[in-house]
RNA sequence: CGGGGAGUGGCUCAGCCUGGUAGAGCACCUGGUUCGGGACCAGGGGGUCGGAGGUUCAAAUCCUCUCUCCCCGACCA
């Protein structure tokens, strides 16, 4: 995978707000190898049945075959779970709190630009607690924090919720997750938090003895977001022109393209613009050779929320065009209130960009009462021609009610947390009775 | 792994059927004129046509093998 200049950026935005959060709740970062023993990963049984098909090997180093292979990490559990056994003796040690950035490999055989990626950037966090209860606790904490930086920062409205078993991370109890809506309706699973109960404690004889002096296992917890949020970033705001990002995940907040006009005051104009710039924070686009409508084509498709104009008659009047990448309204406005204005309405652009993705998500949410009426709204929905729903509908989280959904297609993406409907209901495959509708939808 | 499609200057592609001097647009370089939504003129640089083998006086073009990439399905953050 290849992420250049200005996507990396963007994950860099996105790594801050996340990193700082995952610190304020007490996360420290560490570093764990990149290569696997392969007997760690059949500790579990979950995890080595789910990962297996999609793990890459290395069966030879230093020109020798290796008696005992090493997988690339696909995710970090075993490894981490093999230090935490070294390090945890005592209830005094817990809980153990840490977080990676790090880069892994999932052998996919369909493969989606930054959606669905061989390799991707992403961070694991790790925890370890002596109680289910405070393990819960975390798992919910970092739900909580997904969904606040989808929604503030990156714009992108999300549903929390349980995935069913079928669907939860190998080797889990239970997995939370937070799934967004993309223009085309499919849903993306932009984050997810795993209890994995003592699971991993007991492949990993990760024991600690207790406040009575008993040994116990520890209960563990692990999440993660990776690059795939730079796909979801720009399946959720972009539109015909190119990318459109949220203020506060732009690289470049503003620039300005200066006008020379035929009268030979380039200088003045110039050195206006970069005055003017330099107040609000502007980058000024003063690159030779190009005319302003190339350069006005080049900043919107790269998605930079505010364009200035800057030419001869601004220069005359004191005053500046600016033209905002979500509506693509321009107003004329006195230079003098620049400065002031602009943070203001960098806001009201990463909220309307929010309030927009929001409506998309509601208008596009529908009930269905059998799975017929699931089947008639899914039917003819692709990626490429869109019309994807989210279709809130009674199903019980039992396999044979996965299974009979993915003839569709579709997933049971989710249960909500919150139940937004008309509470239980009879389920639409078994008859059963259930307390909420779950989410089923195409996903990528 | 099944089914489709494509490999020709940096990019998008034409040329292939019917073998005969490798092309276009964009991008790039130089000079000039321009500049309020993808500028124009003039000049210029750059390609062993994915690879190997074969047929032929002659292969981007025909034949055989092979590699890679893209799209559609089954598996998935």
């Not at 950026?9 to 570093?31: C, I, P, S």
């Not at 090997?57 to 696909?74: F, M």
């Not at 930054?114 to 970092?142: C, I, K, P, Y």
Request: proline residues 5%.
């Amino acid at each position: 995978m290849v992420i250049k200049a200005n996507g990396y950026a963007v994950w860099e935005l996105l790594q801050r707000e996340f990193d700082r959060r995952f610190k304020a709740t007490g996360h420290q970062n560490m570093y764990f190898p990149l290569l696997i023993p392969q007997s760690f990963l059949h500790r579990e049984a979950e995890h080595v049945e789910g990962f297996s098909p999609e793990l890459a090997v290395v069966t030879l180093a230093g020109g020798k075959q290796l008696d005992e292979p090493y997988v690339i990490r696909p995710t970090s559990e075993t490894i981490i779970g093999h230090f935490f056994a070294k390090w945890i003796k005592s209830w005094r040690d817990l809980p153990v709190l840490v977080n990676q950035w790090a880069n892994i490999i999932r052998w996919e055989l369909r493969t989606r630009m930054f959606l669905r990626t061989t390799e991707f950037l992403w961070q694991e966090g790790h925890t370890a607690h002596s109680n289910h209860d405070e393990a819960v606790e975390e798992v919910r904490r970092m739900l909580d924090t997904y969904a606040e930086v989808a929604e503030e920062v990156m714009a992108v409205p999300v549903v929390k919720g349980v995935k069913t078993q079928s669907e939860k991370f190998a080797g889990a109890l239970e997995s939370y997750c937070i799934e967004a809506m993309m223009q085309n309706g499919f849903a993306l699973q932009a984050g997810t938090s795993h209890d994995l109960g003592q699971n991993f404690g007991k492949a990993f004889d990760v024991r600690f003895q207790n406040k009575e002096g008993q040994l116990d296992f520890v209960w563990q917890t692990s999440w993660g977001v990776s690059t795939r949020l730079i796909g979801g970033l720009i399946m959720s705001h972009s539109d015909d022109r190119g990318l459109v990002l949220p203020p506060k995940l732009a690289p470049t907040k503003a620039v300005m393209v200066p006008i020379y006009g035929r009268d030979g005051g380039k200088d003045r104009i110039l050195e206006a613009a970069h005055r003017i710039a330099r107040e609000v924070g502007a980058k000024v686009d003063d690159r030779e050779g190009q005319t302003p409508g190339a350069k006005f084509f080049h900043w919107e498709r790269r998605g930079v929320p505010v364009v200035l104009e800057f030419g001869p008659r601004d220069l005359a009047s004191g005053s500046i065009v600016l033209k905002r990448r979500d509506t693509g309204g321009k107003q004329p406005m006195a230079q003098a209130e620049l400065a002031e204005k602009l943070p203001a309405l960098l806001g009201e652009m990463q909220k309307n960009i929010f309030d927009a993705a929001k409506q998309r998500l509601t208008s596009n949410t529908v009930l269905a009462n059998s799975i017929g009426e699931v089947e008639s709204i899914l039917k003819d929905v692709t990626a490429e021609k869109g019309g994807g729903k989210f279709v809130m509908a009674h199903v019980k989280d039992d396999p044979r009610c996965d299974l009979r959904v993915k003839e569709l297609k579709a997933t049971i993406r989710c249960i909500p947390l919150v139940d937004e409907y008309d509470g239980p209901g009879k389920c639409i495959v078994t008859g059963e009775p259930v307390d909420r509708r779950a989410l089923i939808a195409k996903a990528y």
